[in-house]
């Protein structure tokens, strides 16, 4: 554990058990969401390839000829 999480976790420590629950709340819902994220993207890493490659090839074709 990092020094900035464990002194966060002391901080924490300190405030009333509502209060303590609400950021162990948020923080696990934080945690869910970045892992879902994760999981979103390697799902869909070859299509967001693909996109990227059609949006690079349209904006070369409408790039003005020098």
Known sequence: M???LEHAFQEASKLPDT??????RLLL?????EKKWDSLFAE???FLVDLA???LK???????SR
Do not use: F, G, V, Y
Request: charged content about 35%; cysteine-free; hydrophobic content about 35%.
């Open 19 to 24: 209060q303590q629950n609400m950021i162990a």
């Open 44 to 46: 869909s890493e070859d």
């Open 29 to 33: 819902d934080e945690l869910l969401a």
């Open 2 to 4: 990092t020094k900035l």
């Open 58 to 64: 349209e904006h070369l074709q409408a790039r003005p």
């Open 53 to 55: 490659d059609e949006a």
